[in-house]
């Protein structure tokens, strides 16, 4: 079985603090993801990475930055936290090969900046 | 650009009932879709997918999707509905040969005993 894994599940940052969500998995995947997911918006692709160390903006990077320095592990910064930025933060990976196009999905963090 | 609309943002069917879940999609080229579903507190699991062939797609737990072009729908499809499929679930068009997701904004189901 495919394993996504997040640090955490809940966290409660404060304005203005450097926010670290770290994504873990266990396929040797190439591609990972960071959703953003609001109530009414579905999910919101905020960066991808096809590779590590590459790194690509998707529809909302803003506020945000990425770091893969592993093939296993994606991390999502928020460099400093802003209330506009609490909501529920989805990783996923897929693999290139097979055709499958599957994408995996984490449990999720619900971040809540105060 | 793609999108992808999910009109009905609730729905509440009684335990036993069909179910029908509406999707539609903008794209230019041929679209790969998508069906996940979200339980509450977990993550996104994917139900079902259509990259081509048989319009009639079968997925797990009992769902099916239908693909029609030129409706540009993917509507999800369940003849009787348990407690258990109380859920949200969302549409998305895959792009960039399938490996991107454009996901619309879901539709929680309720489901009455």
């Known amino acids: 079985d495919v394993k996504v894994t997040q640090s955490s599940r809940y966290l409660v940052k404060r304005t203005g603090e450097k926010v670290f969500l770290e994504c873990v998995q266990d396929?040797?995947?190439?591609?990972m993801f960071w959703y953003r997911q609001d109530p009414g918006l579905g999910l919101r692709l905020i960066y991808f990475?096809?590779?590590?160390?590459?790194?690509e903006k998707g529809d909302i990077p803003e506020g945000y930055s990425v770091s893969r320095e592993k093939k296993e592990r994606f991390s999502l910064i928020l460099e400093s936290a802003s209330t506009n930025q609490t909501s529920m933060y989805l990783c996923?990976?897929?693999?290139?090969?097979?055709?499958?196009?599957?994408?995996?999905f984490g449990p999720g963090t619900r971040l809540t900046v105060t | 650009a793609q999108s992808v609309t999910q009109p009905d943002i609730h729905i509440t069917v009684s335990e036993g009932a069909s179910l029908e879940l509406r999707c539609n999609y903008s794209y230019g080229a041929t679209p790969y879709l998508f069906w996940y579903v979200q339980s509450p507190g977990q993550g996104l699991q994917l139900l079902l997918k259509y990259f081509s062939g048989d319009t009639l797609v079968q997925g797990i737990k009992g769902f099916e999707a239908e693909f029609k072009r030129s409706q540009s729908s993917f509507n999800l499809r369940k003849p009787s509905v348990h407690w258990s499929d109380a859920a949200e679930y969302f549409c998305?068009?895959?792009?960039?040969?399938?490996?991107?997701?454009?996901f619309g904004g879901g539709t929680r189901l309720m489901v009455k005993p």
């Open positions: 996923a990976s897929s693999s290139d090969s097979g055709g499958s196009y599957e994408q995996y």
């Open positions: 998305a068009v895959g792009y960039n040969a399938g490996n991107m997701l454009t």
């Open positions: 396929m040797d995947h190439e591609n």
């Open positions: 990475s096809y590779d590590v160390k590459m790194k």
